[in-house]
């Protein structure tokens, strides 16, 4: 079955920026999505088409895609980012959705 | 504002069927969008399920299609899963969404708060 492959954990400083990647061989014909999860919660979506922004997600959040990988990057890390995070896209017919392996976020 | 509410049972025993709704408010599902099930193993990740359009109209992950029924109910603003024959595998917190599509793949904007549903005896 299709896979979205995500490093399973990043960490990073207060004030510094974070890279998350997602691998997947359909991604350069698909969009890409983005959702922040913190613990006991729904999951939020951060990011839509590739690097679109929802109304009331902070700017610092961005998104970007460069082949057969998507990055989403959070500039300037609050402590509030401390969440896990996922990508999701389609399976390679385009048919159904598929979640990313999921990102931890650790901010020192 | 869309607001999405699931209920049902919390345990349900191996072998047997589980059941949750979704109550929708803030929106009439006879307006259109797909709307769909994601579950999440604890402490692991996320898995749709599959999804529905207010004619009834469904498609399902493949690898759960044999034991998925999904069902709306446009009068009282409502959908529902039917899961059957769980394992403790099932065991996870189950989430309803409103799905969207741009551009050929679909998303999840608006999300219920889960409800955890554990399969044991």
């Known amino acids: 079955s299709y896979e979205l492959t995500q490093p399973p954990s990043v960490s990073v400083s207060p004030g510094q920026t974070a890279r998350i990647t997602c691998s997947g061989d359909a991604l350069p014909k698909q969009y890409a999505y983005w959702y922040q999860q913190k613990p006991g919660q729904a999951p939020v979506l951060v990011i839509y088409k590739d690097s679109e922004r929802p109304s009331g997600i902070p700017e610092r959040f961005s998104g970007s895609s460069s082949g057969t990988t998507v990055t989403l990057t959070i500039s300037g890390v609050q402590a509030e980012d401390e969440a896990d995070y996922y990508c999701?896209?389609?399976?390679?017919?385009?048919?159904?959705?598929?979640f990313g392996t999921g990102t931890k976020v650790t901010v020192l | 504002q869309v607001q999405l509410q699931e209920s049902g049972p919390g345990l349900v025993k191996p072998s047997e069927t589980l059941s949750l709704t979704c109550a929708v408010s803030?929106?009439?599902?006879?307006?259109?969008?797909?709307w769909g099930w994601i579950r999440q193993p604890p402490g692991k990740g996320l898995e749709w399920i599959g999804s529905i359009y207010h004619s009834g109209s469904t498609y399902y992950n493949p690898s759960l299609k044999s034991r998925v029924t999904i069902s709306v109910d446009t009068s009282k603003n409502q959908f529902s899963l039917k899961l059957s024959s769980v394992t403790a595998a099932d065991t996870a917190v189950y989430y309803c969404a409103r799905v969207r599509n741009d551009g050929g793949v679909v998303y999840f904007d608006y999300w219920g708060q889960g409800t955890l549903v554990t399969v044991s005896s």
């Open positions: 999701q896209s389609a399976d390679s017919s385009g048919t159904y959705p598929v």
């Open positions: 803030g929106y009439s599902i006879s307006s259109g969008y797909y």
